[in-house]
């Protein structure tokens, strides 16, 4: 008998979302197994397990969780007096890029290829840090809006671990 190949699958989202019906769809398939994390904090304690990832969605708008340095991050601004993006941040901080404030050393490294964003952000507000990155908006990006796919995600991921 062959065996299934089944995917590992972290999605980072704050809830904004209709986080049930997202999930649902993916749930609904089983070659994915699907972990949620509400916060930054929460994120880092699950990538900090020996789970291989085979994709990580990751919502811009975060909640910083209990962690004194997340909390600390989510009380700053940028330049333009805008609040810092957690999620970019957590991104910044996963990858070791020279942008991130949080140091942090994943157990495995998180490389860019697992890597996608599905958020309320406008694209041409986080296009210049998804390109810093390595990722294509077009293959990585959903914009979280009214009427989004119900299979939004699972499209996502699928694009991801193809």
Do not use: C
């Amino acid at each position: 008998m062959q065996r299934i190949r089944r995917y590992n699958v972290l999605w980072i989202e704050d809830e904004s979302l209709d986080l049930a019906r997202q999930a649902a769809a993916v749930f609904s398939q089983v070659i994915y197994r699907m972990r949620i994390a509400r916060t930054a904090t929460e994120a880092v304690k699950l990538l900090s397990n020996d789970l291989l990832y085979d994709a990580i969605i990751v919502d811009m708008r975060l909640e910083p969780g209990d962690d004194d340095h997340w909390r600390q991050l989510s009380q700053r601004r940028t330049r333009g007096g805008q609040r810092i993006l957690l999620g970019q941040q957590l991104i910044y901080s996963l990858l070791g890029h020279e942008e991130a404030v949080v140091r942090l050393q994943p157990k495995p490294p998180v490389e860019p290829h697992l890597l996608a964003v599905m958020t309320v952000e406008p694209l041409h507000h986080i296009q210049e840090f998804m390109q810093q990155i390595g990722l294509d908006p077009r293959e990585r990006y959903v914009n979280k809006t009214d009427g989004l796919a119900h299979d939004a995600l699972l499209q996502l991921i699928q694009r991801i671990v193809q």
